[in-house]
């Protein structure tokens, strides 16, 4: 059975040659990551290309995330330096010492303060502060390396969500057509909705990840996932935030807050951090990995492992290899439609229980893959593919868990779906199938069973003895799903 979580690679420095994002394809790469807080638009535009123009070799549909930078304090430009444990370093605006150009970050710091670089690898205490400079003591021995965040434990940046950067970074984004867009070090779920409105102006159907990397993020977690289309476990900023042994709870509540909103979610940061240098991972990267998919993850993210790593392609193999282990003989928990659900929700979770009761494939059509969503949401045991209408959303749909775009194709009625999927070798003689269209106001033919049969020996499906498809039972609605074609019914006729 194929893979059904998903493996996504950050594309950088030592992956963005078109042959190495070929190979990582090859090896299990899902999608790809563009990180703006690096790199040129001009970079960013010639990976794109690539991988668009792998799409059309491959015959898959490949989503491009685009990372925005968001409203963190980096480091400026400067030549790495090795840090020995006590030694003192100078961090300064402009001129002396480390620069750290950024007027928040002097307003914030404090004597006694942590502030942390490279994700909370290297700790330092403040021990002098004076306007626009800070002199830090190292904590703990490691490399200070230009362009990388610094945060302060236990506080937070008064930043807007959206910066300048942001929103020029947004623009080209747009204009390329990227999949999905990461909102970085997101705090409410108005950070969120700011991001929907700036896509919408600029005629943006991307969906939104929320990366969850900030302590109030994390108190407002459930208020996020809601509102975003799929949210992200950002382990490196989190690990400078909190203490290291709360990272396994953060990361809990984080997926959690997905699961139970039906929300893709995905983990990323330090997963095979060893492999920035060696080809092989350590056990406990295998177990983290293993860990985060058997905890309810959708989609694991590599990042620096293939954006600067000098095993890019073996990173990637590793990583799917896991994930499939983690997969094998594994029944993932499955969420009840909660207080707040939708009768979408219903209804998605009794498409997956009726396929699963009769042992057929579910042939779904997604208009704007808000369908698809529900489905991989209560992980059906079964094969699902999807029809979309364009290559975005079908792109956007690939990454969800478990879900096979199966082309594209103009809007489908039932018997549509039934003859694409003969037409197209999913399905063949003998195939059971549940089909399925996204509800949506007034149709009136949402979900039929079919048993396909040879050609020419009339029409497939389960009949009933008046010779229309028998309307099946759902054990979770308790009650007959409406036929598809039976006469004189209606949404609104009165159930007999």
Same mark, same amino acid.
């Given at each position: 059975?194929?893979?059904?979580?998903?493996?996504?690679?950050?594309?950088? %420095?030592?992956?963005?040659?078109?042959?190495?994002?070929?190979?990582?394809?090859?090896?299990?790469?899902?999608?790809?990551?563009?990180?703006?807080?690096?790199?040129?638009?001009?970079?960013?535009?010639?990976? #794109?290309?690539?991988?668009?123009?792998?799409?059309?070799?491959?015959?898959?549909?490949?989503?491009? #995330?685009?990372?925005?930078?968001?409203?963190?304090?980096?480091?400026?430009?400067?030549?790495?330096?090795?840090?020995?444990?006590?030694?003192?370093?100078?961090?300064?605006?402009?001129?002396?010492?480390? %620069?750290? +150009?950024?007027?928040?970050?002097?307003?914030?710091?404090?004597?006694?303060?942590?502030?942390?670089?490279?994700?909370?690898?290297?700790?330092?205490?403040?021990?002098?502060?004076?306007?626009?400079?800070?002199?830090?003591?190292?904590?703990?021995?490691?490399?200070?390396?230009?362009?990388?965040?610094?945060?302060?434990?236990?506080?937070?940046?008064?930043? %807007?969500?959206?910066?300048?950067?942001?929103?020029?970074?947004?623009?080209?984004?747009?204009?390329?057509?990227?999949?999905?867009?990461?909102?970085?070090?997101?705090?409410?779920?108005?950070?969120?909705?700011?991001?929907?409105?700036?896509?919408?102006?600029?005629?943006?159907?991307?969906?939104?990840?929320?990366?969850?990397?900030?302590?109030?993020?994390?108190?407002?977690?459930?208020? #996020?996932?809601?509102?975003?289309?799929?949210?992200?476990?950002?382990?490196?900023?989190?690990?400078?935030?909190?203490?290291?042994?709360?990272?396994?709870?953060?990361?809990?509540? #984080?997926?959690?807050?997905?699961?139970?909103?039906?929300?893709?979610?995905?983990?990323?940061?330090?997963?095979?951090?060893?492999?920035?240098?060696? +080809?092989?991972?350590?056990?406990?990267?295998?177990?983290?990995?293993?860990?985060?998919?058997?905890?309810?993850?959708?989609?694991?993210?590599?990042?620096?492992?293939?954006?600067?790593?000098?095993?890019?392609?073996?990173?990637?193999?590793?990583?799917?290899?896991?994930?499939?282990?983690?997969?094998?003989?594994?029944? %993932?928990?499955?969420?009840?439609?909660?207080?707040?659900?939708?009768?979408?929700?219903?209804?998605?979770?009794?498409?997956?229980?009726?396929?699963?009761?009769?042992?057929?494939?579910?042939?779904?059509?997604?208009?704007?893959?808000?369908?698809?969503?529900?489905?991989?949401?209560?992980?059906?045991?079964?094969?699902?593919?999807?029809?979309?209408?364009?290559?975005?959303?079908?792109?956007?749909?690939?990454?969800?868990?478990?879900?096979?775009?199966?082309?594209?194709?103009?809007?489908?009625?039932?018997?549509?779906?039934?003859?694409?999927?003969?037409?197209?070798?999913?399905?063949?003689?003998?195939?059971?199938?549940?089909?399925?269209?996204?509800?949506?106001?007034?149709?009136?033919?949402?979900?039929?069973?079919?048993?396909?049969?040879?050609?020419?020996?009339?029409?497939?499906?389960?009949?009933?003895?008046?010779?229309?498809?028998?309307?099946?039972?759902?054990?979770?609605?308790?009650?007959?799903?409406?036929?598809?074609?039976?006469?004189?019914?209606?949404?609104?006729?009165?159930?007999?």
């Amino acid at each position: 059975m194929a893979r059904r979580a998903r493996v996504l690679a950050t594309l950088g %420095p030592a992956s963005d040659d078109p042959g190495v994002i070929e190979a990582m394809a090859a090896a299990g790469a899902d999608g790809f990551r563009l990180n703006f807080s690096h790199g040129t638009h001009e970079e960013k535009a010639a990976e #794109i290309a690539a991988v668009r123009s792998l799409e059309g070799r491959l015959g898959r549909f490949l989503p491009i #995330i685009g990372d925005l930078q968001g409203p963190t304090v980096r480091l400026g430009d400067f030549q790495p330096v090795q840090v020995p444990r006590g030694s003192r370093v100078v961090l300064s605006k402009e001129g002396e010492g480390v %620069p750290v +150009p950024s007027d928040e970050f002097f307003r914030l710091a404090e004597v006694g303060d942590v502030v942390t670089f490279e994700g909370g690898r290297i700790p330092a205490r403040v021990v002098e502060k004076s306007g626009s400079r800070a002199v830090v003591e190292i904590m703990v021995e490691g490399v200070l390396a230009p362009r990388k965040t610094v945060a302060i434990r236990g506080k937070e940046y008064d930043l %807007p969500s959206l910066t300048d950067k942001d929103e020029a970074d947004l623009r080209f984004i747009a204009e390329h057509g990227l999949d999905y867009v990461a909102l970085s070090f997101v705090r409410t779920r108005d950070d969120v909705r700011r991001l929907r409105e700036a896509l919408s102006e600029l005629g943006s159907d991307a969906w939104i990840v929320a990366k969850i990397e900030t302590i109030p993020g994390v108190e407002n977690a459930e208020g #996020i996932a809601e509102e975003a289309d799929a949210v992200l476990v950002a382990r490196g900023d989190l690990g400078a935030k909190f203490p290291l042994e709360e990272m396994p709870f953060v990361q809990s509540r #984080i997926l959690e807050a997905a699961r139970s909103r039906g929300k893709p979610s995905i983990v990323a940061t330090q997963l095979l951090d060893s492999m920035m240098e060696n +080809p092989v991972p350590t056990r406990s990267e295998v177990v983290d990995i293993f860990t985060a998919v058997r905890g309810g993850a959708d989609a694991v993210l590599l990042t620096g492992e293939t954006a600067a790593g000098r095993h890019p392609v073996e990173s990637v193999d590793w990583a799917s290899r896991i994930v499939a282990r983690a997969e094998e003989g594994y029944s %993932p928990g499955r969420s009840s439609p909660g207080k707040d659900s939708t009768i979408y929700d219903s209804f998605a979770l009794g498409v997956v229980e009726l396929a699963e009761s009769i042992g057929a494939r579910i042939i779904a059509y997604s208009h704007g893959g808000h369908t698809a969503m529900r489905l991989a949401r209560y992980r059906p045991s079964v094969d699902v593919y999807v029809f979309t209408p364009n290559e975005g959303v079908a792109r956007r749909v690939s990454m969800l868990w478990g879900i096979r775009p199966a082309g594209i194709a103009a809007d489908l009625d039932l018997e549509g779906l039934a003859a694409e999927a003969r037409r197209r070798g999913i399905a063949g003689e003998g195939d059971r199938l549940v089909l399925v269209r996204g509800m949506r106001s007034g149709a009136t033919d949402l979900l039929r069973v079919e048993a396909l049969r040879p050609r020419g020996s009339g029409r497939s499906g389960a009949r009933s003895r008046r010779g229309y498809p028998r309307a099946p039972r759902s054990a979770l609605l308790g009650r007959a799903v409406p036929r598809a074609h039976g006469p004189g019914w209606s949404p609104t006729s009165p159930r007999k």
